[in-house]
């Protein structure tokens, strides 16, 4: 403060009448603890300040000094620095968390969003956002997931592009996920299968219309008759094993799932660049332990205890459900055709089973059965039989020329039939 200037805030040029009525004897002390929302001992000191100081000596002795609880210089440097050449893209409660783990250095990420901004490191992400009408969470665990596959440049070009396949609960937000070369049916199998080994079968499944969850087919004549809609392979699979599909309009309307995704897409990339994870086999090594620990930090107890995910007994094979099923009949010779192979069952029922329809299953793995009215037959793969080129007929040869049109001459005997008979 220059000399002769006093710089006070409003809250302090409100308290200078009220004290100065009560130097001058005008009001009481009460009556200006009453005033100021002060205690009488606040008063007195303020009013002995006032007295020995002048205006000057109710301005707050912190004005223009240093917190108390401030950061030394050389530690700002220090972060600054590190964020500059380490964590230029993360975010401040992000980079705050690996200041911890990794230099041991504590500072609150409010602090640390200030130093960034100051910097130009931080501008901020706010966006405004549409009004959605809110959706309550599930009362119990295992009562609804939701599920979906998050297509990202997840190694940052470290290796080919991977697809994320997520579930999250939508009682508790405890998540769970794998990375798979593509969104493919094959990959929504083995991970809904892996997610039951591990936590049980949901009640319910709540995702969008992709083609691999939903058939894009139109009923046929017997499904209309039954009031059946067209299943998916992936449809068909969890209908078998009693969990019900919910199908989202929009994304917006699973929106726990594609926050999941957002947060993977920053805090998942950032901490595989750091452990420098190259491949797909790394990538999902290097998942399980982050999901423990996303889980025990950002998970929530349910609304009502007990969990209904349904236990996967040991007699329950969910690999003859959670595969691809298609039908075939069997030929007199016992074959089998299935997308350009030919499967020949072995004794027995080789005859008895002519003419008959059988169902074969194709694991997310590639391994193919089949199975009988619930029996699985042994069978084994044809070679390929090289198929002879068959020649042309002579007539089919000539056939293959194009043929020029051609008029009749004047004098053309058929000509001369047509005028005689008019």
């Known amino acids: 403060m220059n000399e002769g200037i006093v710089t006070m805030s409003q809250k302090e040029l409100q308290r200078l009448p009220v004290l100065e009525a009560v130097l001058k004897k005008q009001a009481t002390q009460v009556e200006a603890a009453d005033c100021l929302e002060l205690s009488t001992r606040q008063v007195r000191r303020l009013q002995r300040r006032l007295k020995g100081e002048g205006a000057k000596g109710l301005v707050h002795r912190s004005r223009g000094r240093c917190s108390n609880r401030a950061k030394p210089p050389r530690i700002r440097r220090q972060v600054l620095e590190l964020i500059r050449e380490k964590y230029p893209d993360f975010g401040p ?69 991977l697809v994320l396949m997520g579930y999250i609960d939508d009682a508790t937000g405890k998540a769970y996920a794998r990375f798979y070369d593509s969104e493919s049916l094959p990959a929504a199998l083995d991970s809904f299968k892996r997610y039951s080994r591990l936590y049980g079968i949901p009640q319910s499944v709540y995702l969008d219309k992709h083609t691999i969850y939903r058939s894009p087919k139109e009923p046929t004549v017997e499904e209309q008759l039954q009031g059946k809609d067209p299943q998916s392979q992936f449809e068909r699979a969890l209908s078998e094993l009693g969990v019900k599909v919910i199908h989202a309009n929009s994304p917006q309307a699973k929106g726990r799932i594609e926050r999941l995704f957002k947060t993977l897409q920053d805090r998942l990339v950032k901490e595989m660049r750091l452990a420098h994870i190259r491949t797909l086999e790394e990538a999902n090594r290097f998942l399980r332990g982050f999901l423990a620990r996303y889980n025990r930090r950002f998970a929530r107890a349910p609304r009502q205890p007990g969990d209904l995910h349904r236990p996967v007994s040991s007699g329950m094979w969910l690999d003859q459900v959670l595969c691809v099923k298609e039908p075939r009949v069997v030929a007199n010779d016992g074959t089998i055709r299935i997308h350009g192979q030919h499967l020949q069952l072995l004794p027995p029922g080789l005859r008895p089973l002519a003419k008959k329809g059988v169902t074969v299953t194709i694991s997310p793995e590639g391994r193919m059965g089949v199975l009988y009215e619930g029996q699985k037959l042994t069978y084994r793969v044809l070679p390929e039989q090289p198929r002879p080129k068959a020649e042309p007929e002579p007539f089919e040869a000539a056939r293959s020329f194009p043929q020029m049109a051609r008029t009749p001459a004047v004098d053309h005997p058929w000509r001369k039939s047509m005028c005689a008979s008019r």
Not at 103 to 111: C, K, P, R, W
Not at 117 to 143: I, N, V, Y
């Open 93 to 161: 409660t992000l980079a705050s968390e690996k200041l911890v783990e990794r230099h041991q250095i504590v500072l609150s990420d409010e602090t640390l969003r200030l130093w960034m901004r100051a910097e130009g490191l931080w501008a901020g992400r706010r966006r405004p956002r549409p009004h959605r009408q809110w959706r309550e969470r599930r009362a119990c665990c295992g009562q609804m997931v939701q599920m979906d596959g998050s297509h990202h440049d997840w190694l940052e070009g470290r290796s080919s592009k």
